[in-house]
């Protein structure tokens, strides 16, 4: 590799004329494990990233899954900086004010090596992975935003434009990991625009407190780490949760909610995160501690009904900017790592076989999705948006019962305990129907079965 | 008064969030940013539009605060912008031209 592309990091410095086997847009967990996968295999990948280094534009809460890493690097946890190993899970109801209901899992399962959930913080994550990239063969190129397709007479995509001086360059495919953002296939007519309805935005602080703190807070020591999700009257009966995660010495805490709601209802995200860190539940796990970023993110939460084409003729899109996130189950890194990984074994495939990066070929790649995990959870859960949009009961009337009969069944007042479950089932009664439970209970198994 | 002032008003008297006076701009100041000076990367298109508008979403969803009604008009400030899309996103007028910053400039997270 000559100086001159080494050097191609500074906005100055001049893009390469060489053509690529691969482009990659992005260097988030999608594009790092598509362009790992490819320097691996020997093809030549350009990456493009338009932050100062990889990372410095990409937020998450944020939880690693470790087998959608190992399969890329078997041996991440010799090198790669994580925070904490997850042994306990905590799921919280939340109403808007005062309660809390909650169910934990902990494991001593969870304490064996190798530990299979890790927190992580992104920006430093990031650069690690990056560098494995870079070490695997790919050139990187930062501070480089790309603003479109570049096309042949057929329409098939032969490079990308970029906004340097001379800044079109050429690869046989182009692989779009360009975040929930995806601005390039959006303009390119390769994706339609997310509505608000299927996209969530969340926001996050990070928030320092000394080591000692959050061991005793959140009953862990060593590198144990907890999780605790959140959803309830705290997020306004808008579709969405809230999440605090144990760094080593620090908290992400944040709340995300469909955009729909937010424009319904008029609540602005920071006064939900405000709600969120003011909870008498919570503020106590944060005092005294000192919020060094304030970040957001939108999440597409659309599902399985709302992929795009994931292929064509030159290209082929994965991770966020294609909507691969598990809105039930928290995932989209690992999704993420997964398809960027899963595209780049098949493009290794193609160019191994002498063929052509045409859409017939790359059909392979939405093949090996099919048959793996990735399509068979998307498809799972792809009646869970519209059962959730349709019957906000789900996690409006439904938690707020939760609490308020708890409240009325420990509170001792005097009043017989037949009285009182007479009471809480009159309660239900008039927030909903038996047939509209049963109901209720019927379509929230179809949906998950 | 406009629809949206109509709906804010509403939201105030409804006692609205008991945090709806959080100031964003303190939490921003935690942020490293290399601004692009003078080179805004997001753009309204037709101010008209923007006024005409019943929602005005932006000045809700935005998280960084950077759209904001001041006397019935929305002023666009892009300083403080995380990058996130959402006013791209829910604005049903698409009124607004979104471009990621020119490659090094805008936000850094430092955590992400």
């Known amino acids: 590799m000559t100086e001159e592309l080494k050097a191609a990091g500074s906005v100055s410095a001049k893009l390469p004329a060489e053509r690529f086997d691969v482009i990659v847009v992005g260097a988030g967990p999608a594009g790092n494990a598509a362009a790992y996968t490819l320097a691996k295999s020997g093809l030549s990948v350009l990456q493009l990233e338009r932050g100062e280094y990889p990372g410095s534009k990409n937020v998450q809460g944020a939880i690693l899954y470790s087998n959608a890493l190992e399969k890329i690097i078997p041996d991440f946890r010799d090198s790669a900086p994580l925070e904490r190993h997850i042994v306990e899970q905590r799921f919280w109801l939340l109403d808007e004010r005062s309660s809390l209901t909650s169910a934990n899992y902990r494991s001593e399962e969870f304490n064996k090596p190798p530990y299979n959930r890790y927190t992580i913080i992104r920006a430093r994550f990031d650069k690690w992975f990056s560098q494995k990239v870079q070490e695997a063969g790919a050139l990187l190129i930062c501070e480089t935003t790309v603003t479109g397709l570049l096309r042949d007479n057929a329409g098939r995509v032969i490079g990308v434009s970029t906004e340097r001086e001379n800044g079109d360059i050429y690869a046989d495919v182009v692989i779009l990991a360009d975040g929930v953002n995806s601005l390039v296939p959006s303009r390119a007519g390769l994706r339609p625009e997310i509505r608000t309805c299927d996209m969530a935005l969340a926001v996050k602080e990070v928030l320092f407190l000394p080591k000692e703190t959050i061991e005793q807070r959140f009953n862990i020591s060593g590198s144990e780490g907890s999780v605790t999700e959140i959803a309830g009257g705290i997020t306004h009966g808008m579709l969405g949760t809230a999440f605090i995660y144990t760094n080593k010495d620090s908290l992400a805490i944040g709340i995300g909610c469909i955009l729909e709601g937010m424009k319904k209802q008029r609540v602005t995200p920071s006064e939900l995160l405000e709600g969120l860190k003011n909870h008498p539940m919570v503020k106590p796990l944060i005092a005294g501690s000192e919020m060094k970023e304030y970040s957001a993110h939108m999440i597409p939460e659309g599902g399985y009904k709302t992929l795009p084409e994931l292929y064509g003729d030159g290209w082929v899109i994965v991770g966020d900017s294609a909507g691969f996130v598990n809105a039930v189950h928290r995932e989209g890194s690992n999704l993420a790592m997964t398809t960027g990984r899963i595209a780049a074994e098949t493009i290794a495939a193609l160019k191994a076989a002498g063929k052509p990066m045409s859409a017939a070929n790359l059909a392979a790649y939405k093949e090996s999705l099919d048959a793996s995990f990735v399509m068979a959870d998307m498809k799972k859960y792809q009646d869970m948006p519209d059962l959730l949009t349709n019957h906000p009961q789900y996690l409006g009337s439904y938690p707020s019962f939760i609490s308020g009969a708890l409240h009325d069944f420990l509170t001792v007042d005097g009043k017989s305990k037949a009285e009182k479950q007479h009471q809480i089932f009159q309660g239900l009664r008039q927030q909903r129907s038996l047939w509209g439970m049963l109901g209720d209970a019927y379509k929230f198994w179809r949906t998950f079965k | ?112």
């Not at chain 2, 939201?11 to 959080?22: L, T």
């Not at chain 2, 080179?39 to 539009?49: D, F, G, M, N, Q």
């Not at chain 2, 006013?87 to 049903?92: A, G, N, P, Y």
């Open chain 2, 1 to 112: 008064m406009t629809n949206a002032e109509t709906q804010e008003a509403k939201r105030a008297d409804a006692g609205g969030s008991p945090f709806s006076g959080v100031n964003v701009e303190e939490k921003l100041f935690q942020n490293r940013y290399r601004v692009d000076v003078g080179r805004p990367h997001i753009r309204i298109r037709e101010s008209a539009v923007c006024e005409d508008c019943d929602f005005k979403s932006c000045t809700i969803c935005c998280p960084a605060g950077c759209w904001r009604l001041e006397s019935g008009k929305i002023e666009l400030v892009t300083d403080g912008c995380l990058e996130c899309g959402t006013c791209r996103i829910v604005c049903d007028q698409k009124n607004v031209d979104w471009n990621y910053p020119r490659g090094g400039f805008g936000i850094l997270f430092k955590f992400g």
